[in-house]
């Protein structure tokens, strides 16, 4: 029995290809088993899932790159020997992965975001479902046209991207926003006599969640430490390069709603101008 486990390892010991075939394949069937049993038969995943999942992920790529290093050590030390002369190629060449691997250490040291966190890197706004060595996978969201809604489009950002852009780290959006409201108005006249019953209708649209509203932005100017607009709804007029006059109304609202409730307000204020300047 001893021989024949003896014989079996120096054949796969002596086909070393074959050997790493097997491994990249069993290790590849246990992470998707562990992956498969981690998910379960859930429509949508948690954020307790994709971090395990992704965990998962990475400790087996890792787990590979160990074994394979050193099943072929030997093989890598003549091979790094003989490539001395054309190291700096090597470097230039691999530039690209370099900083994709210094990208995800110093994702990890300065601990900018996790899994679940919404963030935006340039002009891309999403969910992080997945981050790795080499790239962090993220599920878009349509903020840059002031919508909440996931677009159902997913985008791979190389890791090298956090060296050339800042990371702003949305999560507080997850779940109450600064809402921005503009309204054009051509004509000329003295708006200022709608606001307060305009902010009386605004307060009446806020009034169910307004006490959660003030306690999360409690939160969240002690965890930002600045004193931020506040929950009460705020509205200002700036005018425009024709004359025209622009109405701003800011709301903190939970984010599901924030659409909704503009659609509201946009009614109001156009009820009360038509019926104050008709």
């Given at each position: 029995m001893i021989d024949n486990i003896t014989l079996i390892v120096d054949f796969f010991l002596e086909h070393k290809l074959l050997l790493t075939v097997l491994i990249i394949m069993l290790i590849s069937m246990i992470k998707r088993f562990i992956i498969s049993s981690i998910r379960g038969d859930v429509a949508f995943l948690s954020d307790v899932q994709r971090k395990w999942m992704s965990r998962t992920k990475n400790g087996t790529f890792?787990?590979?790159?160990?074994i394979l290093f050193i099943l072929w050590q030997s093989e890598v030390s003549k091979f790094a020997l003989?490539?001395?002369?054309?190291?700096?190629a090597i470097v230039?060449?691999?530039?690209?992965?370099?900083?994709?691997?210094t990208g995800s250490i110093q994702r990890a040291s300065s601990r900018s975001f996790v899994i679940g966190d919404w963030i935006e890197v340039g002009k891309i706004y999403g969910e992080v479902i997945e981050h790795n060595l080499m790239a962090t996978v993220i599920q878009e969201i349509d903020l840059d046209q002031g919508q909440y809604h996931y677009t159902g489009k997913t985008a791979t950002l190389p890791n090298s991207m956090f060296f050339t852009y800042a990371v702003k780290n949305l999560n507080f959006m997850k779940r109450y926003v600064y809402h921005n409201i503009t309204i054009t108005v051509v004509q000329f006249v003295n708006l200022y006599t709608l606001f307060p019953s305009l902010t009386?209708?605004?307060?009446?649209?806020?009034?169910d969640?307004?006490?959660?509203?003030?306690?999360?932005?409690?939160?969240?100017?002690?965890?930002?430490?600045?004193?931020?607009?506040?929950s009460e709804p705020h509205i200002h007029?700036?005018?425009?390069?024709?004359?025209?006059?622009?109405?701003?109304i800011m709301i903190f609202c939970p984010t599901e709603r924030a659409i909704h409730l503009e659609q509201l307000i946009r009614e109001d204020f156009m009820?009360?101008?038509?019926?104050?300047f008709s």
């Open positions: 890792i787990l590979i790159l160990v003989s490539v001395t002369a054309i190291a700096i230039i060449a691999s530039k690209e992965i370099i900083l994709c691997f009386r209708q605004i307060e009446q649209h806020c009034e969640f307004i006490e959660v509203a003030k306690r999360y932005n409690g939160v969240i100017e002690k965890h930002a430490g600045v004193d931020l607009p506040g007029i700036t005018s425009g390069i024709n004359g025209e006059q622009n109405v701003h009820i009360a101008y038509h019926e104050n």
